[in-house]
């Protein structure tokens, strides 16, 4: 297992610490949708952020397989590949800090 699974698997354990350490206090619809208009349109369920963290171990796989698949030997798009996941983990683990942490 490489740094950037270590970096992945540590940003999950910190998203599903916050939500544990707040879920008392979550409400029953969290705003998820900010592409919908203001009101009940952006709201989902509680249970639904936990597409951030699925979303973001999908990227995370696909990104991978591609690289391992069909630029192994390019070490260009290889280190292009791993800021971008590394720029989606630090991304989808604010975002999610964010939400949490501004409705609880």
Do not use: C
């Not at 910190?14 to 203001?38: D, N, S």
């Not at 369920?45 to 990104?63: A, K, S, T």
Request: net charge neutral; aromatic share 20%.
């Amino acid at each position: 297992m490489g740094a950037m699974e270590l970096v992945l698997i540590g940003s999950n354990v910190i998203m599903f610490l916050v939500f544990l350490f707040r879920y008392a206090t979550l409400p029953p619809q969290i705003p998820l949708f900010y592409v919908h208009q203001k009101g009940e349109d952006q709201l989902g369920e509680w249970w639904m952020i936990f597409l951030l963290p699925i979303l973001l171990d999908v990227f995370f796989v696909f990104n991978r397989q591609i690289i391992r698949m069909f630029f192994h030997n390019n070490p260009f798009v290889s280190k292009v590949v791993y800021y971008v996941n590394l720029f989606l983990i630090i991304s989808f683990t604010v975002i999610f800090i964010q939400i949490v942490l501004l409705i609880s």
